[in-house]
């Protein structure tokens, strides 16, 4: 009996093992994931994205060189006569057949010998953009200075002010304009000027007035605005220095085509 008392045992470690093998506990299984979108179904979009782009704004499409071409052949006109002069013509001034009177630009261009730019520009952010004609050279005055600017105004092109050498409009900072004049030394004038559509406003401004004194006034031209109160030279001084150092220089300019 003794000698199968190890075999014995050797069966029942068996068996224990095994026991503890069916005693463990199921693993529970993964869920099978969802089959992955096909890209075909990624690059569908909502209605919203996939609709057509807007029309572009019938603004935007005009071409408004050729609504302003009155202008440049106005400008034409005035460059015969700017040559003649060159040339030594003393024939008098005669602008009557062009659409636009130019004869102030005449000394402009001659003084400063440059030559005629122009940029497009929607100065009053009205959606239309002005035509600004400035002087293309590298005189530092001369450059400043808006030689003409035309808006549009019932289809038409309106020439909103011309300058010459002593009544001159320039760019400020704010997105409005300098004026400077002059009649002498005792008589100067310095105002900021707004544009709203085709009229320029004044909207305040400093002059001297010979042996009557300095002023400064509001709203409206030094004959019609809506206060006016003496101040000293020093008050004057420092008006025309705030007024001139809000002069810019004007955006680049395409040259103008001034042959027939």
Same mark, same amino acid.
């Given at each position: 009996m003794k000698r199968y008392i190890p075999l014995l045992l050797t069966v029942l470690l068996l068996l224990s093992a095994c026991g503890a093998k069916k005693a463990a506990p199921a693993q529970t *299984? !993964? *869920?099978? &994931? =969802? *089959?992955?979108? @096909? &890209? &075909? @179904? =990624? /690059? !569908? =979009? *909502? /209605?919203? !994205?996939?609709s057509d782009e807007p029309e572009q704004d019938a603004a935007a499409e005009t071409d408004w060189l050729t609504v302003y071409s009155p202008v440049f052949d106005s400008y034409k006109d005035l460059f015969v006569v700017v040559e003649a002069y060159k040339q030594g013509s003393d024939a008098p001034v005669d602008l009557s057949a062009s659409d636009y009177d130019l004869g102030d630009n005449l000394s402009l261009f001659l003084e400063s010998m440059a030559t005629p730019g122009f940029c497009l520009s929607d100065i009053d952010s009205n959606g239309t953009p002005e035509l600004i004609v400035g002087l293309m050279t590298d005189d530092y005055f001369y450059s400043r200075i808006i030689a003409g600017l035309f808006t549009i105004e019932d289809g038409t092109p309106k020439n909103v002010f011309t300058s010459y050498t002593r009544s001159r409009y320039c760019l400020s900072s704010d997105g409005g304009f300098i004026y400077e004049g002059s009649d002498g030394a005792a008589y100067s004038d310095y105002y900021h000027c707004s544009l709203f559509g085709s009229t320029l406003n004044t909207d305040y401004g400093v002059y001297s007035d010979g042996d009557n004194g300095f002023f400064r006034f509001e709203n409206g031209s030094r004959e019609s605005a809506e206060k006016i109160e003496g101040i000293s030279r020093e008050q004057f001084s420092e008006y025309y220095n705030k007024l001139d150092s809000m002069i810019i220089d004007p955006p680049e300019y395409t040259m103008m085509d001034t042959d027939y």
């Open positions: *299984p !993964v *869920p099978e &994931s =969802k *089959p992955a979108v @096909q &890209s &075909s @179904q =990624k /690059d !569908v =979009k *909502p /209605d919203a !994205v996939i």
